[in-house]
């Protein structure tokens, strides 16, 4: 079964409300197409962006980068490495969403700056990193697995810049049709500390949106 969301939620009282999270999450779609001639302003592309730092992760490692291409020849050898999807060319500002591998490794210096920057006592803090030494003990060997787990931390960032622009009326659409070495190579990556995760491209639609299909709240959702 499929369906079209209400635009309109209930409060306690009774009371027909839509906020802005609501009308943020109607407003955001795939965007296949946008508007070449439209280029987000420097403060808003700083406010998506932002609320990607914001996001959280496992251990508080923000286990990412964002490269911010807007150069339109780089946009245009990258197009051919992502299955020559014309979002890469027509948007205004292409974030590549970095997975952090070597920063995250339990010995690295960075991890003992992420757990000293809350304050804690030095007891406190050998304690988490020995957690954490732990909780990473049958992955750190193996960078593969390293990156794996650290991408799936970005897809937290990347969620919350889609919506953040679309609190906005940015559009974005994820892209994860990519060559990813050769997508590597061209920018640049060492791959002994990063590896590409995902594109996101931001920009302006062209088209007008296509209806939300989605599955039944009763088909997706199960109390127990």
């Not at 302003?41 to 508080?60: A, K, N, Q, T, V």
Request: aromatic residues 10%.
């Amino acid at each position: 079964m499929v369906q079209k969301h209400s635009k309109r939620y209930t409060t306690h009282k009774g009371v027909k409300m839509q906020n802005d999270f609501t009308k943020a999450m109607e407003f955001r779609h795939a965007c296949k197409v946008f508007d070449d001639s439209k280029k987000i302003s420097d403060e808003d592309i700083r406010y998506i962006l932002d609320m990607g730092i914001l996001s959280p992760s496992s251990f508080g490692m923000e286990p990412w980068k964002f490269l911010v291409i807007t150069n339109q020849e780089l946009k245009e050898s990258l197009k051919p490495l992502c299955w020559n999807q014309v979002q890469i060319t027509s948007c205004s500002h292409l974030v590549v969403i970095l997975a952090k591998i070597e920063d995250i490794k339990p010995n690295s210096p960075e991890v003992a700056k992420k757990f000293q920057r809350r304050g804690l006592s030095d007891e406190m803090t050998q304690a988490y990193i020995q957690k954490y030494t732990e909780f990473l003990s049958p992955i750190v060997d193996d960078d593969s697995k390293l990156f794996a787990w650290s991408a799936k931390q970005t897809y937290i960032a990347l969620n919350n810049m889609m919506t953040a622009g679309a609190t906005i009326g940015i559009d974005s659409c994820p892209i994860e049709g990519f060559e990813q070495e050769n997508v590597e190579k061209l920018l640049d990556i060492d791959t002994t500390k990063y590896r590409v995760s995902v594109l996101l491209p931001f920009g302006y639609r062209l088209n007008p949106q296509p209806k939300h299909l989605r599955d039944s709240f009763e088909d997706v959702v199960e109390f127990i």
